[in-house]
């Protein structure tokens, strides 16, 4: 063992990572080298001072992290039809998944049913259709809901599926307070990274917080927002914007939130984040220790939070689908496994990796196995879990956390000077900083200056990879169960279902995800709600950013 002489280590380690410990059990696995070098739970401190579980949670939200349990392995499936889905679901969860990640196609994105003309080309190719109720029945068939924790990505329309997961819980006699799960619910990202937003951003953020409403009076263990940095990075940000735009995001909500009478200690627990993890092993981890830290002084310190659970930023990590490439795709194991260690290492909460293939198509089930094995891998082979922030305290690290911070919070200083995060999405700031980055970063692959292996160097003549195809046979089994819907429930419920959707519509007091749980309830679909709060909401224009 090392000899340590920190008191406050001392004090940490007979505080709070004992009490961690009785709640949180140590593994079984022996805490020690392959040459039998025993390992204590943590090493040095933290220049700020903390400690894991302790503010501002630069090392950690938890005191014995990954040594009392190991991060949600959480792979993200969604495509064809509720049925396929429903069959890779429990593929991965017979390989060793912990929780759920539910991938849904545009048109459930953006709120049109199947059989409407502009969702015809796009049913089921990147994520699961959802019409009905009847959908999330074969989606999650033979899985009971009180036994799993489900994440949706799910933005525009994230208080409908919300309401339609209850409402099955509700059929399968599951109460709503034993949920577990996360909804997306970020739509301030669409507006500015992704696009699949369909109201104006103030109906849209009303819908945001409704939700977030609903669930701490009726759902309390679900996790009502995912602010999300993923699709911001994927839009081609740096780390640092990702960060900025990402908790500026998150400081809109809380103010949106109080400003609709919510109290900040309640929802503020049920706050979570999404990030990217890219190739830069370093910057990933240093992104992710600034992260924490950021939001603990902005919820205590800006807001006034009391309860710890309100300071602590929590989040879930994806690998970066946009560093993965078609050229020698298995290339792209290698990539997966350094982000996923890059993320571990930054001290996730959950994590999902990519498949080796995604630069081509859908995942195949051979290709969403190895991603699930290697976060296996590197959980119980790797050591990698064994110490709690294993690079804590190290110069370069410690260094590169303040200079990120630094940055970020610059960047979040220009976006308050803008108005706040809505007002620089609407004008198009923040679209076109991101597009800055997104240019000089493929300027610079495209001249050699940033080696991408397989791409602008090290190329070999190939053969077609083996692609998964979305099934023509799923959209008409599709297509036929939206029909069968329409043709066999009560029209009479339907219509006075949401006839009350577009009267809470227009009442900014009542909260709209009880109508709609109502109207989900007797299979109205999610085009048709989406139609009625349009009539009464408007649609998005998009400013003009280049």
């Not at 999300?228 to 909500?253: K, P």
């Not at 990120?404 to 809505?422: H, K, N, Q």
Request: glycine share 8%; hydrophobic share 40%; aromatic share 8%.
């Amino acid at each position: 063992m090392s000899e340590r002489s920190s008191e406050g280590l001392e004090a940490w380690e007979k505080g709070p990572y004992a009490r961690a410990r009785a709640r949180f059990p140590e593994r079984k696995e022996r805490f020690q080298t392959s040459s039998g070098i025993g390992l204590d739970p943590l090493y040095g401190t933290a220049p700020d001072g903390g400690f894991p579980g302790e503010f501002p949670y630069t090392r950690g939200v938890r005191p014995s992290m990954y040594r009392g349990q190991f991060w949600t392995m959480r792979q993200y499936a969604g495509f064809s039809s509720a049925r396929e889905t429903n069959r890779r679901f429990h593929l991965l969860l017979e390989s060793g998944q912990t929780g759920l990640s539910t991938a849904f196609d545009l048109p459930t994105q953006i709120g049109y049913d199947s059989d409407h003309a502009l969702a015809c080309d796009e049913v089921g190719l990147v994520g699961v259709p959802v019409n009905s109720l009847r959908d999330l029945e074969r989606l999650f068939e033979k899985i009971p809901l009180g036994e799993v924790s489900t994440s949706m990505t799910i933005n525009a329309t994230a208080p409908i599926l919300l309401a339609l997961y209850c409402a099955l819980a509700t059929k399968q006699g599951v109460p709503l307070e034993k949920l577990r799960g996360t909804v997306q619910n970020d739509i301030l990202k669409e507006y500015a990274a992704r696009g699949n937003y369909r109201f104006p951003a103030g109906p849209s953020m009303r819908l945001v917080t409704d939700l977030m409403g609903f669930a701490a009076a009726r759902v309390p263990q679900w996790n009502t927002i995912s602010i999300s940095g993923y699709h911001i990075r994927e839009a081609g940000s740096t780390a640092v914007q990702e960060l900025a735009f990402t908790l500026a995001n998150g400081r809109a909500y809380v103010k949106a939130a109080l400003a609709a009478g919510q109290v900040l200690d309640e929802f503020g627990p049920r706050l979570s984040f999404f990030f990217n993890a890219h190739n830069d092993l370093f910057e990933e981890v240093a992104k992710f220790r600034a992260a924490r830290r950021m939001w603990a002084r902005i919820m205590r310190e800006e807001f006034g939070a009391k309860e710890e659970k309100s300071w602590m930023l929590r989040f879930h990590t994806q690998t970066a689908g946009s560093m993965l490439t078609s050229q020698q795709p298995d290339n792209n194991v290698v990539r997966v496994t350094l982000q996923a260690l890059a993320a571990v290492l930054g001290g996730t909460q959950s994590l999902h990796t990519n498949g080796r293939d995604e630069a081509l198509s859908l995942p195949t089930a051979e290709s969403a196995r190895l991603a699930l094995r290697t976060q296996q891998i590197l959980a119980h082979e790797s050591g990698v879990a064994d110490v709690i922030d294993p690079l804590g305290g190290a110069p370069f690290v410690e260094a590169l956390t303040d200079e990120i911070e630094a940055r970020a919070l610059e960047l979040m200083a220009e976006v308050e000077r803008r108005g706040g995060a809505v007002q620089a999405i609407e004008s198009g700031f923040v679209q076109r900083e991101i597009h800055k980055s997104a240019m000089a970063w493929q300027r610079a692959v495209e001249s050699g200056e940033r080696v991408v292996v397989g791409v602008n160097q090290f190329q070999v003549a190939e053969a077609p990879a083996r692609i998964q195809k979305a099934s023509a046979d799923a959209r008409a089994e599709v297509l036929a169960d939206l029909a069968e819907i329409r043709r066999t429930r009560d029209p009479a419920k339907v219509e006075g279902a949401l006839r009350a959707v577009g009267e809470a519509a227009r009442a900014p007091r009542t909260n709209l995800v009880d109508p709609i749980l109502a109207a989900v309830s007797c299979y109205t679909t999610l085009g048709e709600i989406c139609t009625t709060l349009e009539t009464a909401f408007g649609r998005y224009q998009p400013p003009e950013v280049l």
